[in-house]
């Protein structure tokens, strides 16, 4: 069993981009709610049958929780924190631990939720906040770029189209999805996506006009922004809200999901019974998904049960 006990509470888990073995997870004390956070480094062991199938490698603490991260996609060692207490920290795995963060960027003036490494340009990245607002930002500047406020609430996600360096969506509590174009001075297109607050939004590797987003109201909807009237595909199954949605990167139409209902879902929106798999391994919250760019259906969960676990599709995440 491929499975890691963390001290707090499990908000993210982020596959590293260059090493297969490698994943950092988010974590906040007391249900993120007041208290200490902690960003872990894991490694996966190479043994099949190890002992010891995940280890730390690295930990770095922070006074408040840390509710997301994300691996630069240009220095294999760098780690972007988002912090309950508004900032943005950058640590380096490569300089020992006295010198973490490198980078501490404060500005939103609320909980940071979320961050996304932009895949194409692979020098900036986009923070989300409870703000209302998305801030781009690059590795090298102290400041902000730009400043994108047009919500009327939390935006609780922001993805980097995988093949458009300017183009980002974001999802909000305001019940709607926006794109953007860092060239335009505003959004481009306002998807009213779901009558209930929108948690997560994440594009397809490979259609660059389709989104999916993901909703309190336990669905996930997948739209083509070339004819957004009516979504590409509704898919229901989830018993509480959608936490998160990602698209996988080695399957044009598969979705992971996980939810407050405390199961990770895979989901293929192009077939009838679009529900492929079901893990319902987690014992609290399951509020983090993510799978592997390097690893063909390699999947890695963190949850309010302070466990990260991380498995084979069609594995059961629990065998020994």
């Given at each position: 069993m491929t499975v890691f006990k963390v001290p707090f509470n499990g908000y993210s888990v982020k596959f590293s981009p260059f090493y297969e073995s490698q994943l950092a997870v988010a974590t906040a004390q007391n249900f993120g709610i007041l208290g200490n956070g902690r960003l872990h480094v894991l490694q996966l062991s190479p043994a099949p049958k190890s002992n010891q199938p995940?280890?730390?490698?690295?930990?770095?603490?922070?006074?408040?929780?840390?509710?997301?991260?994300?691996?630069?996609?240009?220095?294999?060692?760098?780690?972007?924190?988002?912090?309950?207490?508004?900032?943005?920290?950058?640590?380096?795995?490569?300089?020992?631990?006295?010198?973490?963060?490198?980078?501490s960027l404060q500005e939103h003036t609320r909980e940071v939720h979320a961050v996304d490494f932009n895949v194409v340009r692979k020098d900036s990245f986009l923070s989300s906040s409870w703000?209302?607002?998305?801030?781009?930002?690059?590795?090298?500047?102290?400041?902000?770029?730009?400043?994108?406020?047009?919500?009327?609430?939390?935006?609780?996600?922001?993805?980097?189209?995988?093949?458009?360096?300017?183009?980002?969506?974001?999802?909000?509590?305001?019940?709607?999805?926006?794109?953007?174009?860092?060239?335009e001075p505003g959004s481009t297109m306002i998807l009213p996506a779901h009558e209930f607050e929108i948690l997560s939004c994440d594009w397809n590797k490979y259609d660059d006009c389709i989104i999916a987003t993901a909703s309190v109201d336990k669905s996930i909807k997948v739209w083509d922004v070339r004819n957004f009237r009516v979504p590409?595909?509704?898919?229901?199954?989830h018993g509480y809200a959608v936490r998160k949605v990602k698209f996988s990167p080695h399957r044009a139409s598969v979705i992971a999901s996980c939810s407050y209902d405390m199961t990770v879902c895979l989901w293929d929106y192009m077939v009838e019974d679009a529900l492929i798999g079901r893990y319902d391994h987690h014992t609290e919250f399951a509020v983090g998904v993510d799978m592997s760019v390097l690893v063909d259906g390699l999947l890695a969960s963190t949850g309010w049960d302070e466990l990260v676990y991380v498995w084979q599709h069609g594995m059961d995440p629990r065998a020994p």
């Open positions: 995940i280890t730390e490698i690295a930990s770095f603490d922070t006074a408040d929780g840390v509710y997301d991260c994300c691996w630069s996609e240009s220095h294999d060692s760098l780690i972007i924190a988002a912090v309950a207490d508004g900032s943005l920290k950058l640590y380096d795995l490569s300089l020992p631990p006295t010198a973490n963060p490198i980078r703000d209302d607002t998305v801030k781009l930002w690059t590795v090298d500047r102290p400041a902000s770029v730009r400043t994108f406020k047009e919500h009327a609430y939390c935006v609780y996600s922001a993805a980097w189209n995988p093949r458009h360096a300017d183009v980002f969506a974001s999802a909000s509590g305001d019940c709607t999805a926006r794109i953007w174009d860092i060239r590409v595909a509704v898919l229901n199954g």
